[in-house]
């Protein structure tokens, strides 16, 4: 199983967005040292908390800072793009990369972006499944000839082909509806679910999924579970109570951000114990499940996602702004330095090999004493035969 980090970003208004967007990169480089695997980026153009407008730009910065992590677009929403023009930015950075990028589809997620391009928000999934058809064969370095009533693309191709023969990972972002994961298995490309801590979401996971294997097969394509994410949030903290602490920091600002978006008022805005507590409380229709506790609720959390799901490949920790940079900074480390080692079973041969000690101690101990005493007399009895001459 593989980590990473998904950047929509989450950023209050009241922040400084020079410094918001730095801590992003620098959260990448941290990510890279603590052994994520990968970090995602997003794109939104409104409403004044996701502010990456070009996950491209991130990438490109985070390239020149990282090393070995994976970088991709969280999502690049391919209703606003020329696939063409969109195809080739993926494949240069492809390359300025050294193959380490990945692309995220989506149809746009914001409906105040749509509008401020006369994008109607009903066409939206039907122009993903046009760009798809596009960018598909163009980022493999194939020539495109297609017609829409949104783009024109005359023997079209992309100058570079892709950094390694590999290619490049595309994965299509699921939300509630079936839309990206029946094209994720029309073409053979990978799922990213994006709200994973989303109670109304997390209990379509398994159904969905379900809807990705029937079109797969139904197109000669091959479903694979490790190539399908999820996005959950979480702040972890020594204790509980700390992580509750820190997480009241800023959680009503969260709050009020998704309450704009959604146009309905949420009663637990009265307090930030409130939001918590519904924050991580089962069983509501309307706000979702996340973890605001210890690594031991982290790693029972995703032990208990994937059986629910049948098993997926990637967990992605939704990048919120809920706590400080310094406590934020903190709740990745301690879930690299417990959750991840217990969910990959990195110590499995250190815990076999400390077993066997402690099992075989009588065993051990007494050779030892044994050599010790042998030692011991070899040493004494030339120094007794020394002492009687």
């Not at 250190?350 to 051990?364: L, V």
Request: with cysteine; glycine share 10%; hydrophobic share 40%.
């Amino acid at each position: 199983m593989r980590f990473g980090m998904f950047i929509a970003p989450f950023h209050s208004p009241e922040g400084n967005p020079t410094l918001q967007l730095r801590r992003d990169l620098e959260l990448a480089v941290r990510a890279d040292d603590l052994g994520f695997d990968e970090v995602w980026f997003g794109e939104h153009h409104s409403a004044g908390f996701e502010t990456i407008g070009s996950p491209e730009l991130m990438i490109a910065a985070a390239g020149e800072r990282t090393k070995r992590i994976m970088l991709g677009t969280g999502v690049n929403s391919v209703s606003y793009h020329n696939p063409l023009i969109l195809a080739d930015r993926i494949v240069q950075l492809d390359h300025m990369t050294a193959g380490r990028v990945m692309m995220g589809i989506g149809p746009g997620q914001l409906p105040s972006d749509a509008f401020m391009l006369g994008i109607d928000p009903t066409r939206q999934r039907d122009m993903m499944a046009q760009a798809i058809e596009a960018l598909v064969p163009l980022v493999r370095g194939e020539t495109v000839t297609m017609k829409t009533d949104w783009f024109d693309l005359n023997e079209a191709r992309v100058q570079l082909t892709p950094f390694s023969q590999r290619g490049i990972e595309l994965a299509i972002a699921s939300v509630f509806s079936p839309a990206g994961v029946t094209l994720a298995g029309q073409h053979g490309l990978s799922v990213l679910s994006v709200a994973a801590s989303d109670l109304r979401a997390r209990g379509q996971l398994a159904d969905n999924w379900a809807v990705h294997e029937r079109a797969a097969a139904g197109h000669g394509q091959t479903p694979r579970r490790d190539r399908w994410r999820v996005v959950g949030m979480m702040h972890l903290a020594e204790t509980r109570e700390q992580a509750r602490r820190e997480v009241e920091w800023g959680v009503l600002r969260s709050t009020a951000y998704f309450e704009g978006l959604t146009g309905r008022k949420m009663p637990w805005r009265s307090s930030p114990e409130d939001a918590i507590d519904q924050w991580t409380t089962e069983g509501l229709p309307s706000w979702g499940v996340g973890v605001i506790g210890t690594p031991d609720d982290a790693i029972a959390a995703i032990e208990r996602l994937q059986e629910q799901t049948g098993g997926f490949g990637t967990y992605l920790l939704n990048v919120h702004d809920c706590a400080s940079w310094a406590a934020t900074q903190r709740s990745y480390e301690l879930f690299a330095e417990y959750v991840i080692p217990h969910i990959t079973r990195a110590n499995r041969n250190r815990e076999g090999s400390r077993d066997w000690a402690h099992q075989n101690s009588e065993r051990f101990i007494g050779r030892m004493t044994q050599a010790i005493t042998e030692a011991t007399q070899k040493y004494t009895a030339p120094r007794a035969l020394q002492d009687i001459g």
